[in-house]
Structure formats: C-alpha cells, structure tokens
C-alpha cells in the first residue's frame, strides 16, 4: 500500500498498477478530487491513490496530464483526468451500479444545473474565502444569489431524484466546504436555503459521503495553511 504522503518534485512516480488496477492522482482537501472519491465511494470500486504536493508537483504529473491537475486515473496504461470526465469513466468501466443519468433529457438537466454552479456559485466561493472585509458584502450577495439557482433547482429529496447520483456527488465536495466561509460571515441557513439545509443533512447519513468527508476543523486546518502559502497535504498522516 504506497503512503498516501503528499509525493513532491524530484520524487520517482510508484511503478504502474498492475493489470486490471485502478490508480487516483489526488490530492487529500481537493474538492475536485472529492467528486471522484465519492464516485468510487458509492460504486464500491477498489483503488490505490497517489497524493500530490500542488506546490512541488512531481515531474511524472505532466507525463500523465499537460493541464498538471488532479484528480487523473490510471488504469491498464489508459490515463483520464478532469473531474468530470472520469467520473463518467468510471461509469463506462465499471458499469454496475451506474450513477450517471441514462436518460439524454436528465443528464443535460444535471449538467446544466453544474454550469449554473460554475458560472454563479464556485468563483464567488473562492473569491470570499480570500476577501478584504470590504468586499465582503457585494461578494456574498453575488454568492448567495447564485446559490438560490441551486435552491430551486433542488425538487427531490436528492439533485438526482429519490438517492443521491452524479449531480449530488458533483456539487457535494463545496458544501463540505462551506464551513470555511464562517470568517466571513456565511452560512448556509435554514431560513434562505431550507431544501439545501435538509439535503445537506441527507447527504451527510450517506456510507460514501462518510468515507470522503473530513470535518471542519480539518479543513479549517488545511485552509489557512494554504493562505500562509505553505500547504500542509499531510495534516493527520504519519511521517
Ligand atoms: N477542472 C478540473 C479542476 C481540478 C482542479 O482545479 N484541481 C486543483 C486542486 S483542487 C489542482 O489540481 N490544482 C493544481 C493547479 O492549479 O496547479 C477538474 O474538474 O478536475
């Protein structure tokens, strides 16, 4: 089992998984990477992973993907990056438990709503997250404004209907996070956001999500040793 150690510049890249082996290049707090932990989480698909240090990237990394971000899979010499994208992949090559949508008409409405999420919601989250008190207040009502798009579009119990699937596990990673825009003064309450609110304690009974989550303290950690502009990936892990 290789250590789940952040691996560094100047680091050799652990031999190829063996036939048939799945490999994640993650990283422990990405919320990208997150969507696909939680893929292979809920598809109950064994895998190894290998954690990079984002400030020191190995070499190897940009053999595996040009743009030199996780998560990317490896399997059988095939290698697949962006979130998305694997996920999807996974679905293809492992088709038991299948949780993207079939049907043409509700994975356009997923995908949609996720373009909705990008284009109103994620940059204003990491806008605020770094914020001078001043912008706060115009960030945080363009944050919340986006925010009410994903409200509405929340009319089942799950994004995807009566169980969590792709658009639950796709926009989970950020909800988790939420907790990190406490300093700022943001939280997602009951009274403007009642279906999310509910959602969010939905998802938090989940096997899948329990395996993926890390508590607030931890990303709290994580977070301000990024803004110090030394990352500690390794928080928890032993030497
Ligand atoms: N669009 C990509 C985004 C992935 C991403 O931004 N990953 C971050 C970590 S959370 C990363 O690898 N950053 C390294 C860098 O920007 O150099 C996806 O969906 O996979």
Not at 101 to 125: I, N
Not at 146 to 169: C, H, M, N, R, V
Not at 178 to 188: I, Q, R, S, T, Y
Request: include cysteine.
């Amino acid at each position: 089992m290789p250590s789940e150690r952040a691996m560094k510049t100047g680091s050799a890249c652990p031999p190829p998984p063996g036939p048939g082996k799945l490999r994640l290049y993650s990283m422990r707090f990405c919320p990208y990477a997150e969507r696909t932990r939680l893929f292979l989480a809920a598809k109950g698909i064994e895998y190894e992973t290998v954690n990079i240090h984002l400030k020191e990237k190995p070499e190897w990394l940009f053999e595996k993907t040009p743009i030199g971000k996780v998560p990317v899979l490896e399997k059988d010499g095939k290698i697949v990056y962006e979130s998305l994208v694997c996920n999807e992949y996974l679905d293809g090559i492992y088709p038991d438990k299948c949780i993207t949508p079939r049907d043409p008409l509700e994975k356009a409405r997923q995908s949609m709503v996720l373009a909705l999420w990008d284009a109103k919601v994620v940059g204003f989250y990491y806008k605020l997250i770094t914020a001078k008190e001043d912008e706060r207040p115009a960030l945080t009502k363009q944050f919340v404004d986006g925010l009410q798009f994903i409200e509405k579009a929340l009319t089942q119990p799950f994004f995807s209907g009566d169980k969590a699937g792709a658009l639950d596990y796709n926009l989970w990673p950020w909800f988790e996070r939420f907790c990190m825009l406490k300093h700022v003064g943001f939280e997602l309450s009951v009274d403007k956001f009642p279906k999310l609110t509910a959602w969010m304690e939905r998802m938090m009974q989940l096997p899948e999500v329990k395996a993926c989550y890390f508590p607030p303290e931890v990303h709290g950690q994580f977070g301000k040793s990024w803004m110090s502009g030394t990352p500690d990936f390794d928080i928890g892990l032993e030497e």
